[in-house]
């Protein structure tokens, strides 16, 4: 069959009718150009030639997504580079691999695509983290990674200080987290070769407070702490009694009396994050097998750490004697603390803590302030800083140092060298 060729217009290519094979018609002015008719009816612009003794056949574009007139053009450019020795196929290539590197330099696409998976995998604080990179930086997102500069960061921390864009203007500490979290992902973009260089390496910190924030329960808050505790039992052993009469009056199956030590999980939680120091979610990892009663100790698993470090506590006679009894009203779970709807791990215990410090009347009182409540005690008792470090499982001991000024004897001691 002879090769078909003709001058390759827009009202020549639109008659080409299609066949029951794929066929070829060949420009006559520029060599190599010509269009690929395919039973389909799909007509696409093509351009041939050969380089390092190679056939290369790269396609220009679709006849409807490009003219006749377009499509000329751009086989006149690719002529020319072939005359040059130039080897379009992979110069093609090399842009379309560029382009999918800019592509997955943008923020939002590289934190979606690759530092999300990693975080889930790597970082226990993952939620927390992505949060913050997610919201916090989302004005961001539609930025290739190279375009972002210290500049931006530090505009906007400016803004955030004012409350700009949110409901209050947010502290110092809370802006240096947020620039942090920001910082982690540039990071891993550096690291993995998204980037060359990351953008915001030796960017300046904000100078904060390191005292941060240490809030503990004076002697008179702890102890309405505990009474809206017993009065939360008493009042829940009452509503179960008023219930089960009112069943057994309709002749239907009572519910289970409440007659162990604890309602629920909630009062002993308390208890021991007060006498430990354990995190809210070190509390929701531990399982029996990490409690040694017979050596009166806990042990923190190092995968269930904020630090990734195992850490053995101590148990006081109030955490001795509440977990012996605890353990004896829970039977069938791995798990100290398990939901009391699925059996799984507790996963927010926020509406019965907002419940339980609203009877209290504690005001400004989180759930992490209990561990600040355990460290302030025990450095207002004389112990020394280093064992509160590692009774908390503080990474360095810059973090325990905010509880320094509970122990102001030992300051004294040293000034008081000075009388000698």
Known sequence: MSKRTAKLTQGYVNSLPSDVKAYKVWDTDIKGFHVKVRPTGTKTYMYFYRVDGRDRWPAIGRHGSLTATEARAIAKEYAAKGTKGMDITNEKQAARRQAERDKSSLLGTFITEKYAPWAETHLKSHKETLRMVNVDWANLHAHPMTQITQWDVQKWAADAAKGKGYKKPLSPTTIKRRIKALQGVFSKAADWGVIDANPLAGLKQIKTDNTGRVRFLSPDEERRLRKAMDNRQARQRQERQRNN?????????????????????????????????????????????????????????????????????????????????????????????????????????????????????????????????????????????????????????????????LAPQHKAAVVALLNQ
């Open 245 to 405: 009469e009112w069943r057994q009056a309709r002749q239907l199956d009572s519910y289970p009396e409440l007659s162990g030590s604890f309602t629920d999980f909630l009062q002993p939680l308390v208890i021991l994050a007060m006498n430990t120091g354990l995190r809210r979610g070190e509390l929701f990892n531990l399982l029996w097998t990490d409690i040694n009663l017979h050596g009166r100790n806990l042990t923190v698993q190092g995968s269930g750490a904020k630090s990734g470090q195992t850490r053995h506590i101590p148990l006081n006679d109030e955490a001795f004697n509440l977990l012996a009894a605890w353990r004896n009203q829970c039977s069938g779970t791995d798990l100290v603390f398990p939901s009391p709807r699925t059996g799984k791990r507790l996963d927010n215990i926020a509406t019965s803590w907002e419940n339980l410090c609203k009877a209290a009347a504690l005001a400004d009182f989180n759930f992490h302030d209990l561990r600040h409540h355990f460290a302030s005690r025990l450095v207002m008792a004389g112990a020394d800083l280093v064992t509160v470090k590692e009774l908390l499982g503080h990474a360095s001991i810059d973090m325990t140092m905010k509880y320094s000024h």
